[in-house]
Nanobody, 126 residues
Framework: QLQVEESGGGLVQPGGSLTLSCTAS????????ITWFRQAPGKEREGVSC????????NFADSVKGRFAISRDNTKNTVYLQMNNLKSEDTGVYYC???????????????????WGQGTQVTVSS
């Protein structure tokens, strides 16, 4: 059974850093992508960053390129989202999702993902 769970959210000042973790297990596929989405109050959910298995390909939304990094530790079934130089517009609930897809192209359609975590709140404020 596919299970996905996020952790690591919190309150951080503008310019600060935060690392989110996504632990996922029970994949029923030979390949998959783990993607971070976020949803700010009053806005639609948007894709942030993606990492593929087994290729390790990554993809980032333009709004976070150069500030966010994504990595995975396969021994721990965990994907990390390192967020640097955080801005107030990065505030939102961050969701981790797993699906049988690739990170290349346009991996930001929520319908591509069948496993979702409950979300973790990230607040960037002084």
């Amino acid at each position: 059974q596919l299970q996905v769970e996020e952790s690591g959210g919190g309150l951080v000042q503008p310019g600060g850093s935060l690392t989110l973790s996504c632990t996922a297990s029970g994949f029923p596929w030979d390949y998959h992508a783990i993607t971070w989405f976020r949803q700010a109050p009053g806005k639609e959910r948007e894709g942030v960053s993606c990492i593929s298995y087994p290729s390790g390909d990554t993809n980032f939304a333009d709004s976070v390129k150069g500030r966010f990094a994504i990595s995975r530790d396969n021994t721990k079934n965990t994907v990390y989202l390192q967020m640097n130089n955080l801005k107030s517009e990065d505030t939102g609930v961050y969701y981790c999702a797993a699906g049988q897809t690739w990170c290349m192209g346009y991996p930001w359609y929520a319908a591509l993902y069948t496993g979702w975590g409950q979300g973790t709140q990230v607040t960037v404020s002084s």
